[in-house]
């Protein structure tokens, strides 16, 4: 659908200095402070980057270093992200093996053409209202720890007939899902008939057949759950099984009925109507780490799930309005079982 120009600059790198130690900053860590370790404002609407990668190592004043990367998003997903980061590491340490682990970078290409007939219908501005926040009402950034006990209290919560074995991300999703559903009919006069969750889906594994897990590009669909706010009584386990009915409609055989430019069409429709329509109330959890205080050009809402270092616990970092966030917070039956920004040991 797009296509990029490369200008054969490479990537970016910068140096920064810092006059704290490791230690100190995990002690009680600053989220609005993480962008400070980045070389560029993240997640914001740019159509030209200068560079598609971008790097800055920032000095710690006990001799560690932090690496902060920012990358193009319309040229990789997450995973080719990780994979590129991991095989760079890899080339520190002395070990090219990982080298063959890139893919032909045609192969997204081949699967998902380019659809320049369509360019003119891809509403760029709607696209850009519906993903990042406009104007005063803009994200803030909250981190959460689930601890293993935690989230064994909420996979029981979780589970039933049609989802006898929930899994962690399954349970917190269907958690914090119900106490959303509790926390915007309490605070609003006039709150909105549907809750939408959109997940991310690493289609790789998913495709028929298979596609390599280090395929280089953007391989990621969406799965939509629409949760009603009139069904008071909708249990965590009811979320769930909503939830696990979406995943389970990204497959093989369903992918393949996506050609192309059916799929980009399904994607603009979908976008366009979750926009245009006040009475949805739209989230969108990934597995992924993120970065600090959002500002004015972060993504509206997001509910991110991270390992925590601990064995078994989770992080969460969500990203929500300050007025929504202070709704969960303020939650007794959320903050039970969240615990808000602790240490980080190292």
């Known amino acids: 659908m797009f296509t990029i120009d ?3 600059q490479g990537a970016s790198y910068t140096e920064a200095k810092a006059n704290f130690t490791l230690s100190q ?16 404002h993240p997640n914001i609407l740019e159509n030209d980057p200068d560079f598609q990668v971008s790097i800055q190592v920032t000095l710690l004043a006990c001799g560690g270093l932090v690496i902060g990367a920012c990358v193009f998003h319309r040229v990789v997903d997450i995973a080719t992200m990780v994979n590129f980061i991991r095989t760079w590491a890899s080339f520190c340490r002395g070990d090219y093996r990982e080298f063959n682990n890139f893919q032909d970078l045609s192969l997204g290409s081949s699967i998902f053409p380019q659809l320049t007939s369509l360019f003119g219908d891809y509403n760029m501005a709607n696209y ?6 406009q104007g005063k009402n803009y ?21 039933s007939d049609a989802v006898p074995n929930p899994s962690r991300i399954e349970a917190l999703t269907g958690f914090i899902c119900k106490r959303l559903m509790v926390a915007v009919q309490k605070n609003n ?14 289609i790789r594994k998913r495709w028929d057949p298979p596609l390599p897990e280090n395929a280089f590009g953007n391989f990621t669909w969406f799965a939509a759950a629409f949760y009603s706010l009139s069904e008071s009584e909708m249990e965590v386990s009811d979320c769930v099984e909503t939830m696990r009915e979406a995943l389970e409609g990204i497959n093989g055989e369903n992918l393949k009925e996506l050609e192309p430019e059916r799929a980009v069409k399904k994607l603009i429709e979908s976008i366009g109507i979750i926009y245009e329509n006040d009475e949805v109330r739209d989230y969108r959890p990934v597995w992924v780490a993120h970065m600090g205080d959002a500002a004015k050009g972060r993504t509206m809402h997001q509910f991110m799930f991270i390992e925590g270092k601990i064995g078994g616990e989770i992080e969460l970092w969500m990203l929500f309005s300050e007025e929504e966030m202070a709704m969960l917070e303020n939650d007794p039956e959320f903050i039970a079982f ?9």
């Open 338 to 346: 969240a615990t808000p920004n602790p240490s980080i040991s190292i």
């Open 139 to 159: 994200s803030v950034t909250r981190r959460f720890v689930f601890n293993a006990s935690a989230i064994a209290v909420l996979r029981e919560k979780a589970k």
């Open 6 to 8: 490369c200008n054969d």
């Open 189 to 202: 006069e006039k709150p909105p008939s549907l809750l939408f969750i959109s997940h991310a889906v690493n």
């Open 128 to 133: 850009g209202n519906h993903y990042f926040s």
């Open 25 to 40: 900053y995990l002690q009680k860590p600053h989220l609005n402070t993480l962008n400070k370790f980045l070389p560029r």
